[in-house]
T-cell receptor, first 112, second 113 residues
Framework: AQSVTQLGSHVSVSEGALVLLRCNYS??????LFWYVQYPNQGLQLLLK??????LVKGINGFEAEFKKSETSFHLTKPSAHMSDAAEYFC??????????FGAGTTVTVRA | NAGVTQTPKFQVLKTGQSMTLQCAQD?????MYWYRQDPGMGLRLIYY???????DKGEVPNGYNVSRLNKREFSLRLESAAPSQTSVYFC????????????FGSGTRLTVV
């Protein structure tokens, strides 16, 4: 069974600063990995995903994530935070079955 | 617009009442899911349907039942609501399992008093 750990339930960054959200996973097989974003009172929106191939994955809104198998990590970054990035972010993992397992989420606040 | 539609958006129930949450997708997806979201716990899978005609339990199925009515629709029923079922419920669908990612509905905020 797979599981996901997101380090830090809250992250506060200044506008223009680097955003770094940490995600570690456990999986018995090569995983599929995802980052989702949730804006207040909305559903979850896919930011990016890793299935196979290039380990650096680019997503929407300037976000990217790198799959590091040796570290079982899939950290999310954005070079320069914008006020509109304030949201909750979820890392998720799936193996070859039909289910995604989600981390507990990280809430990002952006200071002007 | 194509996507996943959930009804209702908000609901207040009294303890012991029953209700059904409705979910429909128009993307011709095979797999559908019900999750609940609670603060600090992320999303937890209640039930899922890998394909039309099949349903399976997820991580937290107790107190819930589901019906995959057809390929488009997947409903979640609370037979006797309890305060512990106060949560935000999300329906999702995917083309063929978890590797394709999910499309989520906008959620149902349920309060049981």
């Amino acid at each position: 069974a797979q599981s996901v750990t997101q380090l830090g339930s809250h992250v506060s960054v200044s506008e223009g600063a680097l955003v770094l959200l940490r995600c570690n996973y456990s999986s018995s097989v090569p995983p599929y990995l995802f980052w989702y974003v949730q804006y207040p009172n909305q559903g979850l929106q896919l930011l990016l995903k890793y299935t196979t191939g290039a380990t650096l994955v680019k997503g929407i809104n300037g976000f990217e994530a790198e799959f590091k198998k040796s570290e079982t990590s899939f950290h999310l970054t954005k070079p320069s935070a914008h006020m509109s990035d304030a949201a909750e972010y979820f890392c998720a993992v799936s193996d070859y079955d039909y289910k995604l397992s989600f981390g507990a989420g990280t809430t990002v606040t952006v200071r002007a | 617009n194509a996507g996943v539609t959930q009804t209702p958006k908000f609901q207040v129930l009294k303890t012991g009442q029953s209700m059904t949450l409705q979910c429909a997708q128009d993307m011709n997806h095979n797999s559908m899911y019900w999750y609940r979201q609670d603060p600090g716990m992320g999303l937890r899978l209640i039930y899922y349907s890998a394909s039309e005609g099949t349903t399976d339990k997820g991580e937290v199925p107790n107190g819930y039942n589901v019906s995959r009515l057809n390929k488009r629709e997947f409903s979640l029923r609370l037979e006797s609501a309890a305060p512990s079922q106060t949560s935000v419920y999300f329906c999702a669908s995917s083309a063929q399992g978890g590797g394709y990612g999910y499309t989520f509905g906008s959620g149902t905020r349920l309060t049981v008093v």
